[in-house]
């Protein structure tokens, strides 16, 4: 069992810059993918970025590129959200997510195959 607590989340005006934390805690494998997930008001949740544990190679979606970093501390068994440039249609509820057997291209994004799921912290950009 994985559990996982955001942090991190707030209201910024458009422009402004966030960081989200994701502690996670248990028996964790060491070779996961982790990463963040959101879901705006009326829409699907949809993938944000997500990082390999081992190799810290990430994956993250087009629109958000160039804007977010994800980055970890395996230490601290943490993975980490930064978000600049946030635009409106940022605002969503954010959530962290892990699963086994590392990131890949054509799947780090799918949702199905994440075991544990935090229970959200909450972005909201104002224009």
């Known amino acids: 069992q994985v559990h996982l607590v955001e942090s991190g989340g707030g209201s910024v005006q458009a422009g402004g810059s966030l960081r989200l934390s994701c502690l996670a805690s248990?028996?964790?494998?060491?070779?996961?993918?982790m990463g963040w997930f959101r879901q705006a008001p009326g829409k699907e949740r949809e993938g944000v970025a997500t990082?390999?544990?081992?190799?810290?190679?990430?994956y993250s979606a087009s629109s958000v590129k160039g804007r977010f970093t994800i980055s970890q501390d395996n230490a601290k068994n943490t993975v980490y959200l930064q978000m600049d440039g946030l635009k409106p249609e940022d605002t969503a509820m954010y959530y962290c997510?892990?699963?086994?057997?590392?990131?890949?291209?054509?799947?780090?994004?799918?949702?199905?195959?994440?075991?544990?799921w935090g229970q959200g912290t909450q972005v909201t950009v104002s224009s």
């Open positions: 248990g028996a964790m494998n060491s070779n996961s993918c």
């Open positions: 997510a892990v699963k086994s057997l590392g990131c890949y291209s054509d799947s780090w994004s799918s949702q199905n195959l994440f075991e544990y």
């Open positions: 990082i390999n544990t081992i190799t810290g190679f990430s």
